[in-house]
């Protein structure tokens, strides 16, 4: 691998490590602001929605903006600006004690939401055309970031209160920043960044992927409506509290993590249009099965279908939009995010009236028959967009190994094989262009079952030692699982509300969820290893979801 192909990689890396750190603050923030603003600075419910409102319509406005900015300058600065923004916002809601403070905060965040995410998108597609796996990993590194941060603030909050939790997604922020300016240029060799990029405008733009974006707003729509109706049913029908729905969404979005990448290889195999009407039948199942779901247990074990569904789903939207704007990358997914961020605004809107107007059977039916109309016009406008509809497979991830597709497996894509050549060397102006020289790369050492046995082991040692010192003192979540009652202590914490104790006790139940989902990933993929058991070499191991992002 040269240098140039290793400077990509890593700007990849601190892309998905970034979209980790950004991307679960951002919905803890999203989903903790209007109880935050009912309760410390006593917003009325008009004025919350006018909050929420805010924040969505400076994203949606800026979104078109930010794919211009991302496709004339440097990637990583527009990013990096987005990460920023949200910090600042963050820091805002930390800080504000008025309704026109939190009303900046909310638009500094939508106009961070929309630098960063089209910026990083656009960058993540820099590698598409020769890993397809980019987006599923970019989706993996997001719901990772969610998902711990949900556990991390929902325990966390009782001790250091929204104010504290507000202030560790600043932080969050900051160091997304950092990672992103730390980043390679772009680098195209002979070119500058904005160099090669047509001057056809949005409207252009719109007019190419209209028959997309209108299957985007379709399935964000249905989508949006049935988690608000979701979470609404929770809430006023069985009467959940916050933290116990939060927890019943958390199983959906650990499988999203697990499964992105995984579900690509389905992609590779059987083609996009195929993935995309199983999908939405799936999902279309899972609307439909909600209607009569007996307990939350039930609804939470469903979530999963719809999760792994959203998981196939949204790489592959991304992905076509991608290959269909050509050099304009930016541009498409300015107009992507736009559209589907006003679906979700429609969805919103509909499942409110839905709830208030019929009967939660009906409304459940209503939804799933939107979704099982998605079967057929998401295929049918990714056909239109002219695009492949089988990706070509995921290069190998060995360091040591080649950074294209072999041949055969280029050749079982239906793709020719092309002619080998060497890879363009950037040149500096007043410096002699450098011979292409083969440079050596040191083999990675293999982790074999083994090692990864006694990886595992070894983490399992600590964590084990460390719940010993917390029993000792009085502190462990474990022992009031099984002492306290389980699901009372599972859904609640345990009641620590403030100080030291507070955190100490917050950090092993958290530590407890992370080791539970790293210990089911790593026995999985051990058994996965065992069942194979190729016949020559080993593969390299997949990452733990924990890994997604570095």
């Not at 597609?125 to 929902?154: C, H, K, T, Y």
């Not at 809107?349 to 409304?363: F, N, P």
């Not at 993929?525 to 997949?542: F, K, N, V, Y």
Request: hydrophobic fraction near 55%; glycine fraction near 10%.
């Amino acid at each position: 691998m040269t240098k140039h192909s290793r400077a990509r990689r890593r700007r990849e890396g601190n892309t998905l490590l970034a979209a980790t750190l950004t991307n679960g603050p951002t919905e803890l923030i999203d989903f903790l602001l209007p109880l935050w603003a009912g309760a410390a600075i006593g917003l009325g419910a008009t004025e919350v929605g006018i909050l929420l409102a805010v924040e969505m319509a400076v994203s949606v406005v800026m979104r078109p903006l930010a794919g211009v900015l991302a496709d004339t300058y440097e990637r990583r600065y527009v990013a990096a600006s987005g990460a920023a923004l949200y910090a600042f916002s963050a820091l805002g809601y930390a800080l504000a004690q008025s309704a026109p403070l939190a009303y900046a905060a909310a638009a500094v965040g939508g106009a961070g939401g929309a630098l960063l995410w089209v910026a990083v998108r656009a960058i993540i597609s820099e590698r598409l055309a020769e890993d397809s796996a980019v987006f599923p990993r970019l989706l993996a590194a997001q719901e990772n970031g969610s998902w711990i941060a949900f556990l991390v603030g929902m325990t966390l909050i009782s001790a250091i209160d929204y104010r504290g939790v507000f202030l560790a997604c600043a932080a969050a922020c900051v160091v997304a920043t950092v990672l992103l300016l730390a980043s390679p240029s772009r680098a195209v060799p002979g070119k500058r960044a904005d160099e090669g990029v047509a001057a056809a405008g949005l409207g252009a733009m719109g007019r190419r992927l209209r028959p997309m974006l209108f299957a985007v707003a379709f399935t964000m729509t249905a989508e949006a409506a049935i988690s608000l109706l979701l979470v609404l049913h929770l809430q006023r029908g069985f009467g959940l509290e916050v933290l116990e729905v939060a927890f019943v969404f958390l199983p959906g979005a650990i499988a999203m993590s697990m499964a992105a990448e995984r579900l690509h290889t389905f992609v590779v195999r059987y083609g996009r249009t195929r993935v995309l009407t199983f999908a939405s039948l799936s999902s279309a199942a899972f609307a439909a099965n909600l209607a009569w779901a007996p307990h939350p247990v039930v609804i939470a074990a469903l979530w999963i279908l719809s999760g792994l569904a959203w998981a196939a789903v949204m790489p592959i939207q991304q992905a076509v939009i991608a290959e269909a704007s050509g050099e304009q990358t930016g541009r498409g997914m300015g107009v992507y995010e736009s559209a589907s961020l006003l679906g979700a605004l429609a969805g919103s809107l509909t499942a409110g009236a839905l709830y208030d107007s019929v009967e939660w059977a009906v409304a459940c039916l209503v939804a799933a028959a939107a979704l099982l109309a998605g079967s057929v016009i998401v295929p049918r406008a990714v056909r239109s967009l002219g695009v492949a509809d089988v990706p070509p497979p995921a290069p190998p991830k060995s360091p040591g190994e080649p950074e294209q597709p072999s041949e055969h497996l280029l050749e079982a894509a239906g793709r020719s094989v092309p002619a080998a050549t060497p890879e363009p060397v950037p040149v500096v102006a007043g410096e002699p262009v450098p011979e292409a020289a083969p440079e050596a790369v040191p083999e990675a050492v293999p982790r074999t079952p083994r090692r990864q046995v006694r990886e595992l082991g070894a983490q399992l040692a600590v964590f084990a030692a460390a719940q010993v010192a917390l029993l000792l003192l009085g502190l462990s979540w474990i022992e009031d699982l099984f002492t306290k009652g389980f699901t009372t202590t599972l859904m609640s914490g345990g009641g620590r509300d403030s100080g030291f104790e507070g955190l100490v006790y917050g950090g092993g139940r958290i530590w407890t969820f992370i080791v539970l989902v790293d210990l089911c990933w790593s026995c999985g993929r051990l058994l996965m290893a065992r069942i194979r058991r190729p016949a020559s070499g080993s593969a390299p191991p997949e990452k733990s979801p924990l890994d997604a992002g570095r």
